[in-house]
């Protein structure tokens, strides 16, 4: 064994940490590796079907200066907006008002637009000048059916609860404060009115207007024709409308002239 040999047998594997930085070392290494068919030690395995990696270089274009991953990612960008243009409505009144296929509005009903709806005319032309889709046209008319349709729920809750209040009777009672209005009112008159009716509240507060008319209007009698009626004389009087109680006092009133 050589004295080489020793010292090296002594030294033990060579640590890489330990080894430092020689190009000139590193080219001779590799000089060597190629004589002998080797491959370089620092020349990775290259897989022929990876894509090749995007160059860093900067292409000066005017003022500018934009590497060829920017520039793919501006043309991709350009070509989808492209795409996106060439696909929308060529008129306002091109865009269809419908809402988006997988819209469950509250209650599950069904919302239907007018399509003579001076407000939805304004959303098109809108949705045209934005440059919107009819994807996104659809979905900004969903969101407005999805309003309407909770407060048209709300109000058909409070009317349920409401009509809960009056009592099984409640349409019964609603029908002839309607046509007491009307008698009173005429037509034209009484249907602002009559759309008042919507609370057992405004059920109750008619009803005894109703009874004060009704009231004052049979004490009016002249001793020679008729005399006062006795409402506490009338069976079943609290529970009669206001047709059955005029009835009733007509009748009661004949019997005692």
């Known amino acids: ?25 590193e080219q001779r290494e590799a000089a060597a590796a190629r004589a002998a068919g080797e491959p370089p030690k620092d020349q990775a395995a290259v897989d022929p079907a990876a894509p090749a990696a995007a160059s860093t270089e900067k292409l000066k274009v005017g003022k500018y200066e934009v590497s060829e991953a920017e520039l793919a990612g501006m043309m991709t960008r ?36 007018d399509q003579s709806n001076p407000s939805l005319v304004a959303a098109r032309n809108w949705a045209h000048a934005k440059g919107l889709s009819q994807d996104e046209f659809s979905q ?29 009777n409640a349409p019964q009672r609603v029908d002839a404060v309607s046509r007491f209005i009307t008698a009173e009112m005429g037509e034209a008159d009484a249907a602002p009115i009559r759309a008042t009716i919507v609370t057992d509240a405004h059920l ?15 004490a009016s009698f002249s001793q020679q024709h008729r005399a006062a009626p006795d409402a506490g004389g009338i069976p079943g009087y609290d529970n009669m409308s206001f047709e059955q109680r005029r009835f009733a006092q007509d009748q009661n009133a004949a019997r005692r002239r």
């Open 1 to 25: 064994m050589t004295t080489e040999q020793r010292h090296a047998a002594l030294r033990g594997p060579e640590n890489p940490r330990a080894r430092g930085h020689s190009p000139a070392v």
């Open 78 to 113: 350009q070509a989808a907006e492209d795409l996106r243009k060439a696909t929308l409505p060529a008129a306002p009144e091109a865009y269809k008002a419908e809402l988006p296929a997988d819209l469950q509005l509250p209650g599950g009903v069904e919302y239907k637009f």
């Open 140 to 168: 900004v008319l969903g969101i407005y059916a999805t309003h309407e349709a909770q407060q048209n729920a709300a109000l058909a809750e409070r009317s349920r609860q409401e009509v809960a209040k009056a009592g099984v």
């Open 204 to 218: 109750r507060f008619y009803e005894k207007l109703m009874n004060k008319i009704s009231s004052q209007g049979a």
